[in-house]
T-cell receptor
Framework: TQLLEQSPQFLSIQEGENLTVYCNSSSVFSSLQWYRQEPGEGPVLLVTVVTGGEVKKLKRLTFQFGDARKDSSLHITAAQPGDTGLYLCAGALGFQGGKLIFGQGTELSVKP | KAGVTQTPRYLIKTRGQQVTLSCSPISGHRSVSWYQQTPGQGLQFLFEYFSETQRNKGNFPGRFSGRQFSNSRSEMNVSTLELGDSALYLC???????????????FGPGTRLTVL
């Protein structure tokens, strides 16, 4: 059973298009992180959201944490080829120390 | 500040052998977590060490073990390797593990293990 459902799994778009990636769960997370991973490398942290309803922006990327802290979204405006990669959401459940639950990931390909 | 380092980056072993992977966390970070990443299962939590003690453990068999040293460096060991153990093994470090629900982890580049 996947605790954190991420969708879509694959996304292929043209440069300049907008896109949204979703992470959904029936569980409440104390915090949620978004990572980007390139082939053969470890995930790189993009953002952490902690408060329900929180919105954070990182240049063309907008991250939102659901009011109930069960879901999150990543929106990319005017995607560029450099945005290509695997996007992962990861949630922390309560006080479970250094344990993150990961979604299955979204493979994004942005074509010039 | 140097990031998380992992050695070796690549490893090829045969079934039945055992392997030890090493992870050096970001300076000042005391929590180290290990994850296994495969195409089919994605990233799965193995275990976490904090102050030389295992604090959390995932659902992996006892063949997977780890330890942490006083300088926060960590090792994980896999005994009696199976073909299904082929994966990217990632370690992540954190400075405030689980403090008030805030659990920001920084990952190393991983060790690619291939079991033949």
């Amino acid at each position: 059973t996947q605790l954190l459902e991420q969708s879509p799994q694959f996304l292929s778009i043209q440069e300049g298009e907008n896109l949204t990636v979703y992470c959904n769960s029936s569980s409440v997370f104390s915090s949620l992180q978004w990572y980007r991973q390139e082939p053969g490398e470890g995930p790189v942290l993009l953002v952490t959201v902690v408060t329900g309803g929180e919105v954070k922006k990182l240049k063309r990327l907008t991250f939102q944490f659901g009011d109930a802290r069960k879901d999150s979204s990543l929106h990319i405006t005017a995607a560029q080829p450099g945005d290509t990669g695997l996007y992962l959401c990861a949630g922390a459940l309560g006080f479970q120390g250094g344990k993150l639950i990961f979604g299955q990931g979204t493979e994004l390909s942005v074509k010039p | 500040k140097a990031g998380v380092t992992q050695t070796p980056r690549y490893l090829i072993k045969t079934r039945g052998q055992q392997v030890t992977l090493s992870c050096s966390p970001i300076s000042g970070h005391r929590s180290v977590s290990w994850y296994q990443q495969t195409p089919g299962q994605g990233l799965q939590f193995l275990f976490e060490y904090f102050s030389e003690t295992q604090r959390n453990k995932g659902n992996f068999p006892g063949r997977f073990s780890g330890r942490q040293f006083s300088n926060s460096r960590s090792e994980m060991n896999v005994s009696t390797l199976e073909l299904g153990d082929s994966a990217l093994y990632l370690c992540a470090s954190s400075s405030v593990p689980g403090l008030a629900g805030y659990n920001e982890q920084f990952f190393g580049p991983g060790t690619r293990l291939t079991v033949l």
